[in-house]
């Protein structure tokens, strides 16, 4: 699956000092340059932006990237390997950012997201997303769930340990129900027979 909204940064030499180009893969996950005229270089995209990251817990993951000038490369990412995980979070959440910046705009997003990726568990604790596995796109996508419950104050938050088989209050209830139809809403199209 392509991915798009990776802004890389290129290390350049020239005239005796240090200068930068910047990139932006585009919808089809491509980046190019028709005045590439440098054989081999090396691009570094930092996974994140002003509204979320994604982190083992601390700075924010680099992608980093060896390039070929004249080529065209394609960059396969194995979705279960530690780069694959990393992308498969920034790709839900990169989605995230998108659609509901067309249907209901950004206002309501305040404060930045981490998303925390290896840990223990799948959860909100109220600034950082924890997820075991990215390339679970429906569980990054229900935990991002709360995270936007949160950051839009949609309703009361209920929390802690839980199961779908067992019934709970009506505060987990409707969080848990919030971040279950986002999740649909965001990967689904709710309009399709």
């Not at 705009?105 to 990726?117: S, T």
Request: proline share 2%; net charge negative; hydrophobic share 35%.
């Amino acid at each position: 699956t392509p991915i798009p909204g990776i802004t890389f940064k290129a290390q350049l030499h020239a005239g005796g000092g240090t200068q930068y180009q910047k990139y932006e893969s585009d919808e089809e996950g491509r980046i190019s340059d028709s005045n590439c005229q440098r054989s081999d270089f090396t691009v570094t995209s930092v996974m994140e932006s002003s509204r979320y990251a994604v982190t083992p817990g601390g700075q924010a993951y680099d992608l980093v990237l060896n390039l070929k000038c004249g080529f065209s490369q394609k960059i396969i990412f194995e979705e279960t390997s530690d780069v694959g995980e990393v992308m498969g979070i920034w790709q839900v959440v990169k989605n995230a950012e998108k659609k509901l910046e067309k249907e209901v705009g950004l206002g309501f997003w305040k404060n930045r997201i981490e998303f925390v990726w290896p840990a223990k568990g799948d959860y909100y604790d109220g600034s950082s997303v924890h997820l075991t596995f990215g390339h679970q796109w429906d569980v990054v996508s229900h935990e991002m769930g709360h995270a936007i419950y949160d950051q839009a104050n949609i309703g009361v938050f209920g929390g802690g340990e839980h199961y779908i088989d067992r019934c709970y209050g009506d505060a987990i209830a409707i969080s848990e129900g919030w971040a279950s139809f986002y999740g649909s809403w965001l990967n689904f199209d709710l309009n399709a027979s």
